[in-house]
């Protein structure tokens, strides 16, 4: 079987969010915590390793699977010094925002499977909005062009690949490239490989805003 690592960025700021959003309740579990049992539990994961945060609940059913590593620069920074502490041996990484606590084992095992057959997969799910690009990141703004949102997709994680293209993928970059590179899959295509994207799930979402968290409770408890 393969064996995974599972790295949890969690170094964000949270500035939009206003306090830790990792710390926040869904349900009776914070956030980061059910990030780390939704892998930690996993036979095929040998070790999960929450980058960039000391705040998470250390059981002792996932001690000896959990490591905490310091933050970095920016998200690629942080996954580069989780690297660091990885366990020698690990077939395959798998990187996964610890804001997206209610990740399924469906989405896992599809993402792990395709990485296995692939080299590397990420979750992604269709757009159904009519995409515009703008004449810049601010608003207002002029609209530039209509996107065809039929070959566009809204990606989530865990991003997984062999553990030995996401190390070569870093080899070589500066810490100015780092900072442009926000996911692994965008790391993994600057280096020429090819990524597989597989059916993610509407309800991976991320905890940004705290209109979220809000959405997240509910789809936790099921409206």
């Known amino acids: 079987m393969p064996t995974f690592a599972v790295i949890l960025a969690a170094g964000g700021s949270s500035s939009r969010f ?32 929450v980058a960039g945060s000391s705040e998470v609940g250390l059981s002792d059913c996932l001690i000896a699977k959990l490591v905490v590593t310091p933050g970095g620069t920016c998200r690629a920074h942080t996954v580069a010094l989780a690297l660091q502490a990885l366990k020698p041996g690990i077939d ?19 993402v792990f499977a395709a990485a296995v057959q692939h080299g590397a997969a990420i979750p992604a799910v269709k757009l159904t909005s009519t995409i515009k690009r703008g004449a810049s990141n ?3 703004t002029p609209i530039i062009a209509t996107e065809n949102r039929d070959v566009l997709f809204a990606v989530q994680t865990p991003q997984a690949c062999r553990a030995d293209w996401l190390r070569r993928a870093y080899e070589g970059l500066s810490d100015s490239m780092l900072t442009t590179m926000t996911d692994e899959a965008m790391l993994l295509e ?34």
Do not use: C, W, Y
């Open 18 to 49: 206003g306090t830790n959003k990792l710390l926040e309740l869904i349900g009776a579990t914070r956030v980061i915590d059910r990030a780390i049992a939704a892998f930690a539990s996993r036979d095929d994961v040998v070790q999960v390793i």
């Open 92 to 110: 395959f990484i798998a990187v996964h925002d610890a804001a997206r606590p209610l990740v399924s084992q469906a989405v896992i095992d599809r």
């Open 138 to 140: 601010t608003l207002p």
């Open 190 to 223: 600057h280096a020429g490989r090819k990524v597989m994207m597989v059916e993610g799930d509407e309800a991976n979402i991320k905890i940004t805003r705290p209109i979220d968290l809000t959405v997240a409770r509910a789809l936790l408890n099921g409206f």
